[in-house]
């Protein structure tokens, strides 16, 4: 089976997903195109012109399967390749547009939806990584074109659409070392992107209130960093120093190494649709505390969330970190990791 893998907007977890997929399904023949992460309204308008240019000869070729990220504008695709029409058309929704909060420094997002509606069009089957990702596609599509002149009736269409929906998460790989224990419980770990819509405020706040009270505990900040950082950062670099043992993202051993020691992995963020890096840290030891929203309440049971408020967090914390033994047991990830999901993989490549 020759399988075209497109991801138009590469981002860590993308790659992620890609490269996992690609090895646990080695039988099967893949071809991975690609573009880096950057310029995203110019990237998710224009990936069709981009491989045109640059991939004419790949994309001419035959293919059984057209496993496209939603980032893709599959639609254009097959018009400027017809034969990719004629493959199976497989869209997997890291995310949707339709539930980014959106700053008041951005303009709307129409341009970036629309292409996640024509991918979903084009595509035979739609696959989301959590039930919070699906419902909040539809519901995101529902409203949205409420908003398109002529009121166009949009319920049957995306009823269809939904008929054509499953959810297959991004699976993690299994560790070589599965007695992992939680041997730093009072360390404090942030390994998520540094930007607006992960909330940072609300983490620092609570930390910073723990710093004042004496309360011991250490901190690693990780994760993606850009070019514009939140001014929070700068804050708690300098407030937090004496309790920082890692600032700003790390080699990927030094990053495993820090995962591995445990403690508490926090999430404050406004937007998550599977939360990998979560999932990665609960895997090596870390108790995750997550907001009671978006993805997390099909994910962790009520130990592991509050309820998404500043003074919620800090009193979970709170607890954690000065009556260890309140801590909950480490969570399971059995069933988060690929043995559980490859078949499920397999047959949706497989069908026809």
Not at 211 to 233: H, K, N
Request: proline share 8%.
């Amino acid at each position: 089976m020759r399988v075209l893998l497109l991801s138009a907007y590469e981002a860590v977890s993308h790659r992620y997903w890609a490269q996992s997929l690609m090895a646990e399904l080695d039988e099967l023949s893949w071809t991975l195109l690609t573009l880096p992460p950057r310029h995203f309204a110019w990237r998710i308008r224009g990936n069709p012109l981009s491989w045109w240019l640059k991939e004419h000869e790949t994309l001419s070729q035959p293919y059984d399967v057209v496993l496209a990220t939603s980032m893709v504008d599959i639609a254009t695709l097959v018009g400027l390749f017809p034969q990719l029409g004629r493959a199976r058309k497989i869209v997997y929704f890291h995310e949707n547009q339709f539930a980014y909060p959106e700053s008041s420094e951005q303009m709307p997002q129409v341009e970036a939806k629309m292409v996640n509606l024509y991918a979903a069009l084009a595509a035979d089957v739609l696959v989301f990584n959590t039930a919070y990702n699906r419902d909040s596609f539809f519901e995101g599509a529902r409203q949205f074109l409420k908003k398109m002149p002529e009121n166009l009736p949009a319920a049957k269409p995306l009823e269809k659409l939904r008929q054509l929906a499953k959810v297959l998460p991004v699976p993690i790989m299994p560790l070589d070392n599965a007695s992992l224990t939680n041997a730093n419980p009072r360390r404090i770990i942030w390994n998520h992107r540094w930007e607006y819509d992960k909330n940072p405020e609300d983490f620092f706040a609570a930390l910073f209130r723990l710093s004042e009270q004496r309360v011991p505990f250490e901190l690693a900040v990780l994760g993606q960093r850009f070019r514009d950082v939140p001014p929070i950062f700068v804050e708690a670099e300098r407030r937090l120093s004496e309790q920082t043992i890692s600032w700003g993202p790390q080699p990927e051993a030094e990053y495993r190494s820090l995962l591995n020691g445990g403690g508490i992995v926090v999430s404050t963020t406004w937007h998550e649709f599977q939360g990998l890096a979560i999932m990665e840290a609960a895997q090596r030891g870390a108790l995750p505390l997550v907001p009671d929203r978006l993805c997390f309440p099909a994910l962790y049971t009520e130990h592991y969330r509050y309820d998404g408020t500043p003074e919620g967090l800090y009193q979970r914390l709170h607890t954690w970190l000065t009556k260890p033994d309140c801590q909950p047991p480490l969570v399971d990830t059995q069933q988060w990791q690929w043995p559980h999901w490859r078949s499920a993989y397999r047959k949706l490549l497989a069908e026809s």
